[in-house]
Each structure stands twice: as C-alpha cells, then as structure tokens.
C-alpha cells in the first residue's frame, strides 16, 4: 500500500472513531475540499508535510500518535 492510501485510511478512521464529518475536518484543519477530496482519491502521488501537520492538528494528536497505527508500519508500505 502506498503511503497516500495509508493516509487516507487513516484519516478515514479517525473520522470514524471521532464522529466527524470531513467538512468539519477542512474546517479545523483549513484544508480546502478539493485538497482533500485529492488525498482521498489519491490524486496527488505525495502528500505535502503541512498537509499531514494540519489534519494531525485537526484531530488534536501529536504526529508520533497520528503514525503508531499499524498501518504505518514499513512493511505495510510501498515505496515504489
């Protein structure tokens, strides 16, 4: 799995397990809906770091608790 699908995962259950829509998640995070529209299409091969940073921001968590899902684990991932 790429690291964008990951991502996307990730932010996918933290909506879930947070109860929040993803219009409130451009509003805490001032990301536009078309920026996140593209991370959960997988638009953009690279997520940009302050895009992490804001939606890490958004969910209140630390990017060291953002990425200790086991989702982010190396072997989970392609870097191809």
Do not use: P, Q
């Not at 529209?37 to 890490?56: A, G, H, L, Q």
């Amino acid at each position: 799995m790429t690291l964008n699908k990951a991502f996307a995962l990730r932010i996918s259950d933290l909506l879930i397990k947070n109860n929040m829509s993803k219009y409130k998640l451009e509003k805490e995070s001032g990301l536009t809906h078309s920026a996140l529209r593209y991370i959960f299409n997988e638009v953009n091969k690279d997520v940009k770091f302050s895009t992490i940073c804001k939606v890490v921001s958004a969910f209140n968590m630390t990017l060291e608790e953002f990425f200790s899902d086991d989702i982010f684990k190396l072997e989970n991932l392609n870097f191809d």
